[in-house]
C-alpha cells in the first residue's frame, strides 16, 4: 500500500497545468512592445488624431485632386471673375475667372510636396552631417558645428528669397532653397544624440567586436537617433509649408498657371479684396492654417508617443 | 546608467539618452506648471475660430441702417368747430364758435438717418493754409537731381524742383523757368529766353549759367552710373562732351544773364517738346551744387540732396524722414506768387496703406490709383476718383536682344501673337474696364498709322499665321517675364500664357524681383540668354520723337532695363537698334523725321513709320492703362486732365495751384 498523497488542488490552490496550456497562454498574453505602447500614446492623444484625420483629407484632396476638382484650376474666364461663391463655383472665382475651389484643392500639391520633398533632404543631409560630426568628433565636429553655426546666422526667409531669385522661381528651386537653409537645426540635433549614444555600453561592445565605424552608426545608433529626428522632421514640413506660402505669395514661389495656397493669397495684396472678398483669400489662408495646425498636433502626439519616460 | 523616472528598465530597446529631450520638451509646455495640456490646445482651437469668424464678419457685414420706432406722448393742438344751443331771452339759439385745446396725444415715431446734405461748393478763390499730403509711392530712391531715372523721384521733387517748359497734350509749350523759344529760319539756332523773376529757394537770383550747368551735368560722361543722354543730341557738341571727348558742350552758348543759345547740327523737330521740356532737366543751383564735393555729386552721394536742397519751386525743402515723408513749405517768393498751403508732405507708404489714409483724410492725394478701388472709391462722399486717359504710355511686350534673330524675326509671329490673346478681355477684368487695346505705336494719336490693323483677338487668323510660318505650336516654348511692382502689368502675362496655351504652346511665366531687371534681361538670369518676351511700360510720351531711339541704330543706350548692349556688334562694328531690325524703308523715314520741322509734314512721316510698325512689330503694345488717381475732396485746384497728358513720366501740374479747402 502506498501512501496517497493528497490531491494540490485541495490543500495548495490550482492543480498544475500541463506545459502545453502554459505555453498557448503565454502566447496568448499581450506583450507590451515599445511600438504598440507609442502607437497607444498616440491614439489617446485626441488633438494628434484630430490632425492625422484632417491631413489624411488634405492629402487625399491632392492624391485626387484631377479627379475631385470640379474645375481645370487654370483655365479662365474673364467674364465671370472675382464673382462671390454661387452654386457653380463654390467659392467663388479669382482675378481671371478662375475657380477657387478646383485652385484651393491642387493647391494642397505643391504645400505638401514642398513639405515632404524638402523636410526629407535636409533631414537626409542632417543625418549624414551629424552623425561625422557627432560620432567622429575633433576637426570633423568642429568643421560640422561651424558651417551650421554660419549657416544659422543667415535669416533663412531672407536667403531663401535671394536662392529662388538666383535659381528662378518655381517648385523644384523652392525646395532646394529650403532644403539649403533648413539642415543646421536637426544636424545639431543628430549630432547631440550621437555624441550620447556613441558612449553606451551596447556600441563599445561593438565596437570591441570589431564592428566597422559605418556598421556601428547605422546598425546601432541611428535607430536611437529615429525619433526625435521624426518629431523634428513633422514640425518641420509644417515650417516648409509656411516657407512656401511666404515664397509663393511673394510671387517667387510656384509659377503660374500652377496653384499653390500661397500664390492664391496674393490676391490679398488689394484692400478692396480684403475688405469686400473673402472668398479669394479665406478659403487658402485656412487651409495653409488647419494644414500647419494638423500637422503641430500630429508631431505633439508623435513626440509624447515616442517619449520612452511615459508610463502606459 | 541611470534610470529615468517613468522609464522601463526592462525595455531592452529603451534609450536612455531620449530621457532629456523628451522629459524636458513636456515641461516646458507648462506640464509641470499644473496646466492642462489638452484644455490650454481646445482654447487656442476656440480663440482661432473665434478670430475666423470675426474676421468672416467683419468681411461681410453691411452697413446697417438704423430704424427705430418709439411710443411718445406729444402735444397736439386741435381746432374744433363746436356748435352749442343756448338759451337766450328765453329763446333757444344754436351758436357756431371755434375752439382750440391742447391734447396729448400718443403716437408712434420712426427715426431714420438724416439725409446728407448736399455737398458744398469749394468758393471761387483759392484758401490759404493748411497742409497738402501726397502719396509717394516707392519712396525716394534716386535723390540725387542729375541721376534720377524714375518717375516716383521726379514726383518727390516736383514741389520744389522745376524744369524749362511743360509738353502739354495738346502740343504746346507751357512756360516754366523758359518763357519762349526763337528759332532761326533755318531750324539750326534756338534762342531759349528765361524767366527773370525766379530765385532760389536761398535767394539768389536764377540765371542762364544755371541752366548750361544742368544741362553740362545731366550730361557729363563723368556721371556713375552714366545717364546717356536720350535727346538734345543734335546739338552740336552735345555728344562729344557725353563721350568724354570735349570739356564742353560747343552749340551752348549764354547770351545773357536770361538768354541762352543753343546750336544745331542739323533740324530736329523734337528738340522743343523732348529737351527744353524734358521730364528729366531739373534745373540745378550752380552756386550751391559746384561747391559740393565733386565727387560726391558725380556719385549721386551728396548729402545735400536729401539734407537741403534748393530749387525754384513754389515749395522749399523742410526736412526728410526716410521711408516717412519728405516736408516741404511754402515758398512766399515763388515766382507765381506764394501758394496757398502753409505745408506740403509727399508720405512714403504702400498702396493699401496710402487708400486708407485717404479714406481716414490723412492723405489728400493719390497719383495712380490701383484700378480695382476705383469703384470702392466713388462711393465715397469725402473722395474724387480722376480718370484720364493714357496716350502717351502702354504696356507692350519686348523681346529678348539675344533671341531676336530666330522665330520672332518673322513680323508674322508677332502678329499671330497678338491675334492669339483676347486683350479686351485683359482691359475689361484686370484693367477694370479703364484703359485701351493698342496696336501700333502711335494708336489714338495723330501720329497713328491711317491704315493701321487692328489685332483683335482672333485665335483661327493666328492659327493660320502659325501655319503659314510653319511652327507647330506644340514644338515651341515661350518664355515670359515681368518683374513685380504693378499688378496690372504682372497679370497679363498669366492670361498671355493661358491664351498662348491654347494655341498649343508651352508656356513659362517668371515673376522676377526688381533687383534682377538688369540681370535677367541682359542673359545673367535663371533663364540665361533663352527667354523671349518682357513686359514693359513704354509709349510715345510727350512727342513722336520718342520712337526713335527704339529704332535708330545710333541710339545704342539700353538704360540698364534692357537686354540689347550698348557696344557696337563685334562682327560688324555697327551699333545696332533695340530690337535688331533692319528696313530700309524705315531707316529713310527716321533720317527725315530727324530734321522735317514742318508739323503737318512730320505728322506724315510719324503716320508711315507707324505703319511699318504695325506690320513689323518690333515691339507689341498690349494695351494702355488710363491715368487713374484720387483725391479728398479738402485739396483742391488739382488738373488731373492736363497733368495726366505731361508726357511719359507722371510729374505734379503746378503744384503751387494746389489749395485746401477748409470747409470741405
Known amino acids: 500500500m502506498s501512501e496517497q498523497f493528497p490531491a494540490r488542488a485541495s490543500s495548495q490552490g490550482p492543480s498544475p497545468q500541463p506545459v502545453a496550456t502554459l505555453a498557448a497562454d503565454f502566447a496568448a498574453q499581450h506583450i507590451d512592445s515599445p511600438g504598440s505602447r507609442a502607437l497607444r500614446r498616440f491614439l489617446r492623444h485626441r488633438l494628434a488624431l484630430f490632425g492625422l484625420v484632417i491631413l489624411i483629407i488634405i492629402g487625399l484632396a491632392a492624391l485626387l485632386a484631377p479627379l475631385i476638382a470640379p474645375y481645370d484650376p487654370a483655365a479662365q474666364n474673364l467674364v465671370d471673375f472675382r464673382q462671390p461663391p454661387t452654386a457653380r463655383h463654390w467659392l467663388g472665382t479669382d482675378g481671371f475667372g478662375r475657380d477657387v475651389l478646383s485652385r484651393l484643392i491642387h493647391g494642397a500639391r505643391p504645400s505638401l510636396s514642398v513639405g515632404l520633398i524638402a523636410v526629407t533632404i535636409y533631414e537626409l543631409i542632417a543625418i549624414v552631417l551629424g552623425s561625422l560630426a557627432g560620432y567622429y568628433g575633433g576637426k570633423v565636429d568642429w568643421i560640422i558645428m561651424r558651417a551650421v553655426d554660419v549657416v544659422m546666422t543667415f535669416p533663412s526667409l531672407i536667403i531663401i528669397i535671394f536662392l529662388v531669385a538666383i535659381l528662378g522661381p518655381g517648385l523644384r528651386n523652392t525646395i532646394v532653397a529650403i532644403a539649403l537653409l533648413r539642415w543646421t537645426e536637426p544636424t545639431r540635433l543628430v549630432r547631440g544624440q550621437i555624441l550620447s549614444l556613441r558612449e553606451m555600453d551596447y556600441v563599445l561592445a561593438a565596437r570591441s567586436l570589431g564592428g566597422k565605424d559605418g556598421r556601428i552608426i547605422r546598425r546601432h545608433i541611428l535607430p536611437g537617433v529615429v525619433a526625435p529626428l521624426v518629431v523634428h522632421a513633422t514640425f518641420g514640413v509644417a515650417t516648409a509649408i509656411l516657407l512656401e506660402a511666404a515664397l509663393s505669395f511673394l510671387n517667387l514661389g510656384i509659377l503660374p498657371p500652377a496653384a499653390s495656397w500661397g500664390n492664391m493669397m496674393t490676391a490679398a495684396q488689394e484692400l478692396v479684396i480684403l475688405e469686400q472678398m473673402p472668398w479669394l483669400w479665406l478659403p487658402p489662408g485656412l487651409a495653409i492654417m488647419l494644414s500647419v495646425l494638423s500637422i503641430n498636433f500630429v508631431g505633439d502626439g508623435l513626440r509624447d508617443a515616442l517619449d520612452a519616460t511615459r508610463a502606459g | ?664
Not at chain 2, 95 to 123: G, L, N, Q, S, Y
Not at chain 2, 316 to 340: C, L
Not at chain 2, 390 to 395: D, G, M, S, V
Request: charged residues 20%; hydrophobic residues 40%.
Open chain 2, 1 to 664: 546608467m541611470t534610470i529615468p523616472k517613468g522609464g522601463d528598465p526592462g525595455n531592452q530597446f529603451f534609450i536612455p539618452s531620449l530621457t532629456l529631450t523628451n522629459d524636458f520638451i513636456p515641461r516646458l509646455r507648462g506640464d509641470t506648471l499644473g496646466g492642462d495640456k489638452m484644455s490650454i490646445k481646445t482654447r487656442y482651437l476656440a480663440v482661432i475660430a473665434l478670430a475666423l469668424v470675426t474676421i468672416l464678419v467683419a468681411c461681410t457685414a453691411e452697413p446697417e441702417v438704423i430704424v427705430e420706432t418709439v411710443v411718445q406722448e406729444v402735444q397736439v393742438e386741435v381746432t374744433r368747430v363746436v356748435t352749442e344751443t343756448i338759451i337766450e331771452e328765453g329763446q333757444a339759439v344754436e351758436v357756431t364758435r371755434v375752439v382750440v385745446e391742447t391734447e396729448t396725444e400718443v403716437v408712434e415715431v420712426t427715426a431714420v438717418p438724416e439725409e446728407a446734405a448736399p455737398a458744398a461748393e469749394p468758393p471761387s478763390e483759392p484758401q490759404s493754409g493748411g497742409d497738402v499730403r501726397v502719396w509717394l509711392p516707392n519712396g525716394w530712391p534716386e535723390q540725387s537731381w542729375p541721376h534720377r531715372s524714375n518717375w516716383e523721384s521726379g514726383w518727390a521733387i516736383s514741389p520744389m524742383a522745376e524744369t524749362l517748359f511743360w509738353p502739354l497734350a495738346d502740343g504746346t509749350l507751357e512756360p516754366r523757368l523758359g518763357t519762349t523759344v526763337d528759332v532761326s529760319e533755318d531750324s539750326l539756332v534756338y534762342t531759349l529766353h528765361l524767366r527773370e523773376d525766379v530765385t532760389w529757394h536761398d535767394g539768389e537770383p536764377f540765371t542762364a549759367e544755371d541752366v548750361a550747368y544742368s544741362i553740362l551735368l545731366r550730361n557729363s560722361p563723368n556721371l556713375r552710373p552714366t545717364n546717356p543722354p536720350r535727346n538734345g543730341t543734335t546739338i552740336s557738341g552735345l555728344l562729344p562732351y557725353a563721350n568724354g571727348e570735349a570739356d564742353s558742350i560747343s552749340g551752348m552758348e549764354i547770351i545773357d544773364d536770361h538768354t541762352i543759345q543753343f546750336t544745331l547740327d542739323s533740324p530736329d523737330a523734337g528738340l522743343m517738346r523732348l529737351f527744353f521740356g524734358a521730364e528729366m532737366l531739373e534745373i540745378l543751383p550752380q552756386h550751391i551744387v559746384s561747391a559740393l564735393d565733386e565727387e560726391e555729386v558725380l556719385n549721386g552721394t551728396a548729402e545735400y540732396w536729401f539734407t537741403n536742397p534748393i530749387g525754384t519751386g513754389p515749395y522749399r525743402f523742410v526736412q526728410y524722414q526716410p521711408d516717412q515723408f519728405i516736408e516741404y513749405e511754402r515758398f512766399p517768393d515763388h515766382w507765381s506768387g506764394a501758394p496757398g498751403p502753409d505745408r506740403l508732405f509727399m508720405e512714403i507708404s504702400t498702396a493699401e496703406v496710402a487708400v486708407v489714409k485717404l479714406q481716414r483724410g490723412e492723405l489728400d492725394l493719390i497719383n495712380t490709383l490701383q484700378l480695382t478701388e476705383i469703384e470702392r472709391l466713388q462711393a465715397e462722399p469725402g473722395l474724387e476718383v480722376m480718370v484720364a486717359e493714357n496716350n502717351a504710355q502702354w504696356y507692350g511686350m519686348e523681346m529678348n536682344y539675344f533671341t531676336n534673330d530666330g522665330l520672332w524675326r518673322d513680323p508674322r509671329a508677332k502678329q499671330a501673337f497678338l491675334y492669339s490673346i483676347d486683350r479686351q478681355a485683359y482691359v475689361d477684368s484686370i484693367l477694370q474696364g479703364q484703359g485701351l487695346v493698342r496696336h501700333s505705336f502711335f494708336d489714338g494719336t495723330v501720329y497713328e498709322c491711317p491704315t493701321m490693323v487692328e489685332y483683335t483677338y482672333d485665335p483661327d487668323r493666328a492659327a493660320e499665321l502659325w501655319a503659314e510660318i510653319g511652327i507647330n505650336p506644340a514644338d515651341v516654348t515661350i518664355d515670359l517675364m515681368s518683374w513685380l511692382g504693378l499688378n496690372a502689368r504682372r497679370d497679363f502675362l498669366p492670361i498671355a500664357q493661358e491664351f498662348l496655351g491654347a494655341q498649343g504652346f508651352i508656356v513659362n511665366v517668371d515673376f522676377i524681383d526688381n533687383s534682377l531687371i538688369t540681370d535677367y534681361v541682359q542673359g545673367n538670369g535663371p533663364r540665361g540668354q533663352d527667354w523671349d518676351f518682357h513686359v514693359l511700360l513704354f509709349g510715345p510720351g510727350a512727342d513722336p520723337g520718342t520712337i526713335l531711339p527704339f529704332i535708330d541704330p545710333e541710339s545704342g543706350n539700353n538704360w540698364g532695363r534692357r537686354s540689347w548692349p550698348e557696344a557696337p556688334n563685334p562682327e560688324t562694328g555697327q551699333k545696332e537698334n533695340a530690337y535688331v531690325y533692319e528696313n530700309p524703308a524705315l531707316t529713310e523715314l527716321i533720317a527725315q523725321a530727324k530734321v522735317e520741322t514742318d508739323p503737318d509734314r512730320r505728322i506724315e512721316i510719324y503716320q508711315e513709320i507707324d505703319c511699318i510698325w504695325n506690320n513689323d512689330l518690333p515691339a507689341f503694345m498690349t494695351a494702355s492703362p488710363s491715368f487713374v488717381a484720387a483725391k479728398s475732396n479738402r485739396l483742391q485746384g488739382v488738373d488731373w486732365q492736363t497733368n495726366a497728358g505731361l508726357g511719359f513720366w507722371l510729374r505734379m501740374y503746378r503744384p503751387e495751384d494746389l489749395w485746401i479747402w477748409d470747409g470741405s
